[in-house]
């Protein structure tokens, strides 16, 4: 009996030593053999993904990332009810009882899926009532035969299809739907979603998806018939998938067509259908379009691609444009792919623009944009800058009064970033899609609550600090992603250097976490040059994250707009034609790295509160100007020659530059 009891107690001894065990390793996905307890994922015969977006307000934003989404709700983007034509309410096509009115058919769903998700995040009463009213209209408008929102013979601007043939509206509206049932629980958004898929099922095929916005965009409806099947698993919505793949253009052999915000929107297409047919072709078509894009259009720094409306053949130089929301909608196809395969590169994309493209699209304060922005820009006035950027007309004015798509579809791009900065996993842990400072408060385990509140001014400094906070004592893993620029981060649990071995996409620490654990994370940034050859050799700088442009001196001169909502152009104040002098012998000894205190007033993304900048040599090219319409000239041939003297010049973040050069010629 005696020895029983002894054998016994040394189990028990070793199940309590298990359980308090601190594993830490890297490993390149999260363990997607289990299904989260606690949140839906997909369901069967959907592919398990390893990630599962957190419902809305379970992440608190703070630092630079709610200063941003507080300057868009004060800013233009938050008053467009004020400035917009086609958010009037009077006729509105979506407040009208009968399905008809002369307006908002495509503006008011793009601006409301960007609105309403500020409005859940900041949580302003105003702005919460202003969404409601929207949203219970869109509720309300749903006809018998199971058809919601506007259903007349009203024309869009971008299409010839009349009422119900055009189904792109309404897939924007399906996401704002799912984004209020996310922070509302709302059952009606459950049934409308039913009845709505419903009908699409009794459309005859051939007039399914026609025209070229529904086509193009068809992923998107996708999306959305996954989301409503995960919560029902009625079968009948994996044959409308399957309706919805084979009617879409085919994205799955390849880039299907070259307007910038289909490439961006649709590229990955393919891998949202991966999730029912698990074939691998379709999660490769994904990145295979992502990279062909960017080998054919995108030779540049900060992410995107040169289609200042469609990709041209030969207009690949730095200067050519993309639109400010073909930018968000990269942001949010990064987020989506990055979810169903977890696969680090895809968030790396994401913070490419995130860091480097979309905060520079919008004057600093958010009160105006502009349409299209390029990596080198060295003036953005209203003049037409037609043949050399393919759309004409003031595209370059920062103005909060016209750019009619970009202006209400633009503001999705902080909000959705901010609800995916954390991801709970399949294991019922959490992991770290985007370091920012925030609190995220989530389930785990085996259903406990756990708040962990995040401090860092991440990208424009390595440290990260992590506080654990759960209701009661909890095993779950944590997931760090470890992006690929770094070499050695460095991992410390309650003050101790944690070993995790051979280095990978994630580092993984499961232990039975207490409140008051701390979780240290350092990623060490360094310098990096990149050449784009095809670009001539050019070169761009970068440290960590952040890609650098030579900082121009902005004046801003008011042209149009109103009083309270002024347009504006931008003009260089000093110079900006330069080609960089570097080391022969070692080109990252030519650039010093200067770090400046964070800003108080957490807008890094201006000169004035750029946390970092660079020292580097320059040289001006007298013979590298603007053509005729004051758009800057494609790149001289690299190397270049030139007798000029030697200047000290300095870089900011990419971000923070309103006017840039972002890709530089060398000098020889």
Known sequence: MKNLLTLLLIVLLGLSACNNSIDVASTDLPDISQTNNHYIGNQAPLVNTPFIKLPIGSIEPAGWVRKQLELQADGYFGHLGEISQFLIKENNSWLSTDGS????????????????????????????????????????????????????????????????????????????????????????????????????????????????????????????????????????????????????????????????????????????????????????????????????????????????????????????????????????????????????????????????????????????????????????????????????????????????????????????????????????????????????????????????????????????????EPSNKVRFPLYLRVPSWCEKPVVSINGEEADYGELAGYIRIEKTWEAGDKVSLSLPMKLNLRTWEANKNSVSVDYGPLTFSLKIEEDYVQDGGTEEWPAWEIYPASPWNYALVLNSNDPLQSFEVIKRDYPASDMPFTHEGAPIMLKAKGKIIPDWGMDENNLIQELPDNPVVTEETTDEIILIPMGAARLRISSFPVVK
């Open 101 to 468: 009115g002369d307006h908002g058919w495509e503006e008011l769903p793009y601006w409301l899926k960007g609105y309403s998700n500020l409005a859940y995040l900041l949580g302003r009463e105003d702005m919460l009532k202003e969404t409601q009213l929207w949203i219970e209209a869109v509720l309300g408008s749903q006809k018998d035969d199971g058809w919601f929102g506007p259903d007349q013979d009203r024309t869009g601007a971008a299409t010839r299809l009349k009422g119900r043939e055009d189904l792109w509206p309404n897939m924007v509206m399906l996401f704002i739907l799912q984004d209020y049932y996310s922070y509302a629980k709302d059952e009606r958004v459950i049934s409308l979603m039913t009845n709505y898929f419903n009908y699409l099922q009794t459309i005859p095929e051939e007039k399914f998806l026609v025209g070229y916005w529904p086509a193009n965009r068809g992923g998107d409806l996708l999306y959305s018939v996954y989301w409503l099947y995960n919560r029902t698993e009625d079968e009948s919505l994996l044959e409308l998938a399957h309706k919805v793949h084979k009617r879409s253009v085919n994205w799955t052999d390849g880039i299907a067509n070259w307007h910038n915000v289909n490439m961006s929107q649709s590229f990955g297409q393919p891998g949202t259908y991966y999730m029912q047919t698990q074939e691998t072709k379709h999660l490769e078509a994904a990145n295979r379009n992502f990279n062909e894009i960017r080998e054919l259009y995108g030779q540049v720094p900060g992410g995107m691609f040169g289609s200042d409306e469609n990709c041209r053949e030969g207009y690949i130089d730095p200067r050519q444009a993309v639109e400010t929301c073909g930018m968000v909608e990269m942001m949010l196809s990064t987020e989506i792919l990055f979810t169903i395969t977890g696969d680090p590169v895809w968030a790396e994309r994401c913070e490419d623009v995130a860091f480097n493209s979309y905060p520079a699209a919008l004057t600093a304060d958010m009160k105006a944009l502009r349409y299209l922005q390029s990596p080198n820009m060295v003036q953005s006035d209203k003049v037409s800058k037609s043949p050399g950027i393919q759309n004409g007309g003031p595209m370059f004015q920062m103005n909060p009064n016209r750019h009619r798509c970009c202006q209400h579809n633009q503001g999705h791009g902080w909000p959705y970033f901010a609800e995916h900065l954390w991801l709970a996993t399949a294991d019922n842990g959490l992991a770290v899609a985007f370091y920012s400072e925030n609190k995220v408060t989530a389930m785990v385990g085996k259903g406990i609550e756990v708040s962990i509140s995040e401090q860092t001014n991440y990208p424009f400094e390595e440290q990260i600090e992590f506080s654990i």
